[in-house]
T-cell receptor
Framework: KAGVTQTPRYLIKTRGQQVTLSCSPI?????VSWYQQTPGQGLQFLFE???????NKGNFPGRFSGRQFSNSRSEMNVSTLELGDSALYLC????????????????FGSGTQLSVL | QQQVKQSPQSLIVQKGGISIINCAYE??????FPWYQQFPGKGPALLIA?????SEKKEGRFTISFNKSAKQFSLHIMDSQPGDSATYFC???????????FGGGTRVLVKP
């Protein structure tokens, strides 16, 4: 069974540009969450989707957005990139709606390393 | 606001030794506490988790100790092996369905 797949693996952008990251969850998983990982801030929650609906959102500016498709695949978009957006963006999937809880294990992809120059 | 504080930031242990990582949380609504292990170039992977109605949980060489009154929990890695060298994250969430709040991470290096 394939794991969580994130594309691209690496991305280099310049300030002001926008970027779209893609995530394919484990087959059968319907919940997708996104996290930002940086050396200074650690792992921070961006948002969570279930059945194409955003269920939770973290404390990030509106430049960060996401969506989920009917096949559970998800994309996140960052507009007007800033230097501080350089980070590893991790996607995680779980079977049902309560991602990360005792009944719903969270499986992470290897991430997309975004560098903003 | 950092709701889960993790220490130390890094630690070095000899092969066969015990690695101990501590976490403290603030939100008393948290009721599920997982630990994740992350190797370079990979995403975090669930290692072990505990609910606050249990004071200790052991899986192989990994043990979580939980102190609800102190709002603290810790991970013990017994008989540490070089293959355990990784970054470990504690986390907390409300089991009713919510985002994971992670600690800052601990980089563990096990020397052969």
């Amino acid at each position: 069974k394939a794991g969580v797949t994130q594309t691209p693996r690496y991305l280099i952008k310049t300030r002001g540009q926008q970027v779209t990251l893609s995530c394919s969850p484990i087959s059968g998983h319907r919940s997708v969450s996104w996290y930002q990982q940086t050396p200074g801030q650690g792992l921070q929650f961006l948002f969570e989707y279930f059945s194409e609906t955003q269920r939770n959102k973290g404390n990030f500016p509106g430049r960060f957005s996401g969506r989920q498709f009917s096949n559970s695949r998800s994309e996140m978009n960052v507009s007007t990139l800033e230097l501080g957006d350089s980070a590893l963006y991790l996607c995680a999937s779980s079977l049902g709606i309560f991602s990360g809880t005792a009944n719903e294990k969270l499986f992470f992809g290897s991430g997309t390393q975004l560098s903003v120059l | 606001q950092q709701q889960v504080k993790q220490s130390p930031q890094s630690l070095i242990v000899q092969k066969g030794g015990i690695s101990i990582i501590n976490c403290a949380y603030e939100n008393t609504a948290f009721d599920y506490f997982p630990w994740y292990q992350q190797f370079p170039g990979k995403g975090p992977a669930l290692l072990i988790a505990i609910r606050p109605d249990v004071s200790e949980k052991k899986e192989g060489r990994f043990t979580i100790s939980f102190n609800k009154s102190a709002k603290q929990f810790s991970l013990h890695i017994m008989d540490s092996q070089p293959g355990d060298s990784a970054t470990y994250f504690c986390a907390a969430t409300k089991a009713a369905g919510n985002k994971l709040t992670f600690g800052g991470g601990t980089r563990v290096l096990v020397k052969p």
